[in-house]
Nanobody
């Protein structure tokens, strides 16, 4: 189970920042690559960032230098710090857990709306 921590997303002005947190339970957290996906209306779901056990990370090109993904294995928590938000970052954001032996996501969080608008 993955649970986004309230308040999570929300409305933010361009250039602003938001932080998302997702807590995992009833899984062997260290065995999972944790990630953040987003889906905008009418668009395909896309991987935003991913962090493996040990801290190795990957980012979608458009968020590099602006977003930071991290994990705290002791707290079974994955974070996404989003800075310098842009209009195109508007989407529903989901946390994900993918077992390191798998190529597809095994667990999804409930999702939270991030809206970047003036």
């Amino acid at each position: 189970q993955l649970q986004l921590v309230a308040p999570g997303g929300g409305l933010v002005q361009p250039g602003g920042s938001l932080s998302l947190s997702c807590v995992a339970s009833r899984i062997m957290f260290s065995a999972y690559t944790m990630g953040w996906y987003r889906q905008a209306p009418g668009k395909e779901r896309e991987l935003v960032a991913e962090v493996m056990w040990g801290g190795n990370t990957k980012y979608k090109d458009s968020v590099k230098g602006r977003f930071t993904i991290s994990r705290d294995d002791a707290k079974n928590t994955v974070y996404l710090q989003m800075n310098n938000l842009k209009f195109e970052d508007t989407a529903v954001y989901y946390c994900s857990a993918r077992h390191w032996t798998m190529t597809s996501t095994n667990y999804w969080g409930q999702g939270t709306q991030v809206a970047v608008s003036s």
